[in-house]
């Protein structure tokens, strides 16, 4: 059983690399940040504003972490979110932190999202406070703190393939 975790901020990549490797490595793929999307969806409320009401509502992210905990006790996973390696870090066997400049991040967000890059750009500001905010009250975590990770990849220069191969090689390490 192997439990990898892939954390980063927004717009970095987490959700593609995490993908990529849980289908090259036959492992299961659980993302904090798309639930976090469905249930912002399920509210009504866009990102900027949802993260909001989770700065006033703990029951939200408590949710998304405690799925996190269960899917990591199970193993066979790749975990990608913001606090995936925290929550996981009692089960985890590899933890990777992916990043970006900012302009690169708010440019890939625009265009998952469809929206233009000055809104993307903000709710991206606003998002990243937000949380950052939400973890140090709730858990006392900084999640701009490094130590935790055992790699750190930087997804600016490198091509998308070129960041999925080198991870994937690194996570095979693990794998039974």
Known sequence: MVVITISGPHGAGKSTYAKGIAKALNLKYVSSGEIFRRLAKESGCDLENFSKKCEKDNSIDNKIDQITIDEAKKGDVVLEGQLASWMASDFSDFNIYVTASLDV?????????????AKAKRETIARTRSALRRFKRMYKIDTEKREIYDMILSTDRLSKQKCMNILIAACKEFVE
Do not use: S
């Open 105 to 117: 991040r708010v440019k890939r967000i625009a265009g998952r999202d469809k929206v233009d890059f």
